[in-house]
């Protein structure tokens, strides 16, 4: 079992509605959850941080956590042409690194 | 630009030469991470300094791979005797103490 699972997708919205990405994590200690975004031949650039259970907004952006099911999700509101790329979770269990998963292929169709 | 920088962006190699990548962190980061990306695949983690000291390495990191960290400013990560399982992308990355890690643009290493 990987540590950090993804659905490597592609996932395929059209523009302006709301594209939901999933991360299930193996290790109950972990502590920190990110999620990036990752352009075709780029580096990762973080979106998202969250740390406790619930809900965190920032902008169209909203990530989601409950430790108790070991998931976490990014939801994009009114998403955009230029959204489309590699959504990337990253945990961080106590180790300092941070373990991805794979990463979910958003495409997002005008 | 105050990010952090990675030196050179490209590089291609022929099978058994030696490579360095240099990495520079955001100037008042004192952690300093190496992670390694194949196609498809997510960052997998490589190495960790803080400030001068590297602290962790993984598995990964054979013994023809060598990270350092002098003076705990700029590191560099040299692979010896290139493979071409050794194409990928190099990543650093670099935090302050308990804070989000930033990337670098990546060093994209093509092993012929």
């Known amino acids: 079992q990987k540590e950090v699972e993804q659905n490597s997708g592609p996932l395929s919205v059209p523009e302006g509605a709301i594209a939901s990405l999933n991360c299930t994590y193996s290790?109950?200690?972990?502590?920190?959850f990110f999620w990036y975004r990752q352009y075709s031949g780029k580096s990762p650039e973080l979106i998202m941080s969250?740390?406790?259970?619930g809900d965190k907004e920032d902008g169209r952006f909203t990530a989601q956590l409950n430790k108790a099911s070991q998931y976490v999700s990014l939801l994009i509101r009114d998403s955009q042409p230029s959204d489309s790329a590699t959504y990337l979770c990253?945990?961080?269990?106590?180790?300092?690194?941070?373990?991805f998963g794979s990463g979910t292929r958003l495409q997002v169709q005008p | 630009d105050t990010g952090v920088s990675q030196d050179p962006r490209h590089k291609i190699t022929k099978r058994g030469q030696n490579v360095t990548f240099r990495c520079d962190p955001i100037?008042?980061?004192?952690?300093l991470y190496w992670y390694r990306q194949t196609l498809g695949q997510g960052p997998e983690f490589l190495t960790y300094?803080?400030?001068?000291?590297?602290?962790?390495k993984s598995r990964l990191l054979s013994d023809r791979f060598s990270a350092e960290r002098p003076k705990g400013s700029f590191s560099t990560l040299e692979i010896q005797r290139t493979e071409q399982g050794d194409s990928a992308m190099y990543l650093c990355?670099?935090?302050?103490?308990?804070?989000?890690?930033?990337f670098g643009p990546g060093t994209r290493l093509t092993v012929l």
């Open positions: 990253a945990v961080d269990t106590g180790r300092r690194a941070l373990t």
């Open positions: 300094f803080q400030n001068e000291a590297q602290l962790e």
């Open positions: 100037s008042e980061h004192n952690r």
């Open positions: 290790d109950r200690g972990s502590q920190s």
């Open positions: 990355a670099s935090s302050a103490p308990e804070d989000t890690q930033y």
């Open positions: 969250i740390y406790s259970n």
